[in-house]
Every structure is written in structure tokens, then in C-alpha cells.
């Protein structure tokens, strides 16, 4: 198949967190909505209405609280539990259009999918239109959809189905009179290309290249010279040429990171060995899914870099395990040992967290002669009824430590968390 025949669509939820809260609390449609981050420190969504107001992505919520009185903006905390569900089937309603090869989940609200065989049966418009209707009607989650030949002219066309009316959700420029397309490709600044980034955006231009269609002109030889490959597959992309493969096989970690800030400022080498021994867990249940062990993990603790009366402090340690692990109790220990290590009586700590290095998959991995079978075998078990037990009863109901006990000094603030409908002690109530 010739790259130059290849379609590709993009789907994506507008606006996903705060779509995601007015599906189960619709008193917050055409309000202003902001969503906030970990600690409820900075907006990390916004509803259409909120971004009208001027209101900046990941702005700190106190440098706002003006706009938020006098727009009576309606502020919730982050519920990652719930948008992580509904992202669930969000994804599983697009797997009914493709095949598994022609799907890749590329974020928690965006999804590619390869239309190309689809283009001989369908008008692709009115296949994209289907998808929005069924998200829709069965999640309540408007969608966009951009379809291109190239996932790069994909994401380009998503945006200009964001953005004008006239497209009713779905922007096909494959099917577009190729002037009609240049056109719309004018209007759109050189920043907002797929990879481009802030950086490349300046230097671009000031080579006198200001919007899409000045960087679908260009010679794909000549950026590769003035920046990289990447810019150059990237122009080719946006010329029709598909550079980019649908990965519907994601790749394998590198690393795991747990943290958080925390709600208020710790002191005590208990809170932090509390704090990072459910960061250790959450690291494990991921190294878990992923089917991968652990060669090394790295614990670490912060002060607040932003207080300019005290000096920041930052230490880290690392600890190589004999024997890869997967194992909760593995991780749990050598996280708190090293806590040990790096902690400093009188700091005010913001945050701590540990980082799972050296992964590598479990069915490849090749055991040591001296290594102690029975040993595996136990952490196996034991590894296996605790997750029995969390699926059946959710993670909080047994774990390592008390770090899953309510008001911890170290839990993080999230005073304006929605409920989650998903689970069964926050079902709604339907009151008649």
C-alpha cells in the first residue's frame, strides 16, 4: 500500500475532565469550569466558558480567585478515578469501528485510528459522525474528530474541527478541495503542528514561517538540516506523506514515577515513610499490569522550591535489587530503609515519591542458578491475593503500612473532589 493512499482520524474529548464531571452533574453545563491539579494548585481544565474568561491553562488557582468570584466559576479537584473510567470507554466504543491493529490509544481523551480500508465503503465524514453520535448518546462525551492522510494532518484537522462551527465536529481533509484545505492551513499558527513545540515555533518563525501551510511548503531536506529528522518527517506529513505508524502495541516503559505534593507541609520521618510507601504501592501495581520487574528503584524527597526564606532541599537515593522484583514488600522496604538516608530533621517537605528503573518484561527475564525459587513462589502468591482482594474490594481495603488509614498529616487536599459514580458506595441517587 502506497503511504501517500493512507487515512488516518483523530478523536478527542473536548475538553475531557470537565465533559467528564457535567455528564453526572449537568447543573455545570454552559457554566465556567475549571478543573485543578494535585493539591488543588493550578487548572489543569477548562470548559470553553472558563477559557473565554481568560482564564490560562495551569494557572495557580490564588492568581485567579478574582475572576473566580466575579464569574462565580465553578472549581473542582481532579477525580482521576472517574475520568480514568469513562477515558476506559471512550477507547472501547472506537475499537467497535477499527480492527485492534488500526487503533492506538494515544491519551487518556485521544485515540488514532487508520480509515484507510474503511474509505471504499463508507463516506468517511459521515463514519466519523457516527462515532461522535454513539460517544455521545451512550457516554455523553462530545467528541472531535480530524481525519488526514498522516496522523500529523490528522491532529491539524482535529484542531480545525475544535475550532470552526462549519465543521460540525468532524474535519475531513482528505476528501477537501485541496485549495479550501491550504486555505484553512493559513489561518492556523506554525505552534500549533503536532511536535512543533514553543522553542522550534520561534526559530521558525524567524525563518519566516508563521503558519501550517508555510511549514507544508517547506523543503523536508532543508528542515532536516536547520533541525532534525523529526521536523522533516514531520513536514512530509503534513505534505500527505504518512512518516508515522499507528502503534497499536504501546511501548515499554522505561520507568515508573509515583509522587505527590503534599496537602500540608511534613516534618516527621513517619508521615514520609507513610506518604512513600503508598507512592511504592501504586509504582508496584502499574510495574504489575505492565507485566514488567524492577532492577532499581530511587526514592526522593522535596522541600517547596518556590519558598525564598529557606534553602531548597532535594536528596535522592537508589538501591539495585539482587533479584528483579515485582513484589510490594520488596518495594515498600527498600523505599522507607532509604528514607532513612536522605531525610533532614527541621525541612518542611512538599513532596516525596519513588521511580522504578531498570524494567524489563517478566516472560524474558532469566533467573539466576543461586536464585531462591520457593522465595518467588511466596511473593507470587502473595502478590496474587492482594490483588484478589483489591479487585473484589478496592485498593484501600488492605495494604502495606498505614498509609491507607483516613486524615494521614500528609494526605493531599482535594476539598471540591466530585464523586465518583463508579464505584459503589458514590452511586447516584435517584430521587422521585
Known amino acids: 500500500m502506497k503511504h501517500q493512499h493512507r487515512i488516518f482520524a483523530l478523536v478527542d474529548v473536548n475538553n475531557c475532565y470537565v465533559s467528564c464531571e457535567r455528564v453526572f452533574n449537568p447543573s455545570l453545563n454552559n457554566k465556567p469550569v475549571i478543573v485543578l491539579s494535585n493539591n488543588d494548585g493550578c487548572a489543569v481544565a477548562r470548559s470553553q466558558e472558563a477559557k473565554d474568561l481568560g482564564i490560562k491553562m495551569g494557572v495557580p488557582l490564588f492568581q485567579i480567585k478574582d475572576i473566580v468570584q466575579q464569574h462565580n466559576v465553578q472549581v473542582l479537584s481532579s477525580n482521576y478515578a472517574l475520568y480514568n473510567e469513562m477515558s476506559n470507554r471512550f477507547h472501547r466504543i472506537l475499537a467497535d469501528f477499527v480492527t485492534p491493529a488500526e487503533q492506538e490509544i494515544y491519551s487518556i481523551d485521544e485515540c488514532f485510528l487508520e480509515l484507510t480500508a474503511y474509505a471504499e465503503h463508507y463516506d468517511l465524514t459521515d463514519y466519523a459522525q457516527l462515532m461522535r453520535q454513539r460517544i455521545l448518546k451512550w ?22 474541527a475544535k475550532k470552526g462551527k462549519r465543521f460540525n465536529g468532524v474535519c475531513n481533509l482528505v476528501d477537501m478541495d485541496p485549495k479550501h484545505r491550504d486555505y484553512f492551513k493559513s489561518l492556523i499558527d506554525v505552534s500549533e503542528v503536532w511536535g512543533v513545540g514553543r522553542q522550534h515555533s520561534k526559530m521558525l518563525h524567524a525563518m519566516g514561517i508563521h503558519t501550517v501551510l508555510d511549514l507544508t511548503h517547506s523543503d523536508p531536506a532543508q528542515m532536516k538540516k536547520q533541525f532534525s529528522v523529526v521536523m522533516a518527517r514531520t513536514v512530509a506529513e503534513l505534505q500527505g506523506l504518512s512518516c508515522i505508524e499507528v502503534e497499536h502495541t504501546p511501548p515499554s516503559k522505561k520507568q515508573i514515577v509515583a509522587s505527590r505534593s503534599f496537602g500540608t507541609r511534613v516534618t516527621e520521618l513517619d508521615d514520609l515513610k507513610e506518604a512513600i510507601s503508598m507512592y511504592a504501592q501504586d509504582a508496584c501495581s502499574r510495574l504489575r499490569s505492565g507485566e514488567l520487574l524492577c532492577g532499581c528503584i530511587v526514592a526522593f524527597v522535596q522541600s517547596n522550591p518556590f519558598d525564598p526564606n529557606v534553602p531548597f532541599y532535594n536528596k535522592a537515593a537508589s538501591y539495585a535489587f539482587p533479584e528483579p522484583t515485582e513484589c510490594v514488600t520488596d518495594l515498600v522496604q527498600a523505599a522507607t530503609v532509604m528514607l532513612n538516608h536522605i531525610y533532614k530533621e527541621g525541612i518542611k517537605f512538599k513532596k516525596c515519591g519513588v521511580m522504578l528503573t531498570g524494567l524489563e518484561p517478566k516472560s524474558s527475564h532469566t533467573l539466576d542458578l543461586l536464585t531462591d525459587l520457593a522465595d518467588i513462589e511466596r511473593k507470587e502468591k502473595l502478590m496474587s491475593a492482594l490483588e484478589g482482594i483489591h479487585e473484589k474490594f478496592g485498593k484501600k481495603k488492605l495494604g502495606v503500612g498505614s498509609c491507607y488509614l483516613p486524615n494521614r498529616n500528609w494526605s493531599m487536599s482535594r476539598d471540591k473532589l466530585s464523586k465518583n459514580p463508579f464505584k459503589w458506595e458514590e452511586l447516584l441517587i435517584i430521587k422521585h
Open 139 to 160: 457516554l455523553g462525551l462530545p467528541v472531535c474528530v480530524g481525519i488526514g492522510r498522516s496522523k500529523t494532518e490528522a491532529k491539524i484537522a482535529n484542531h480545525m
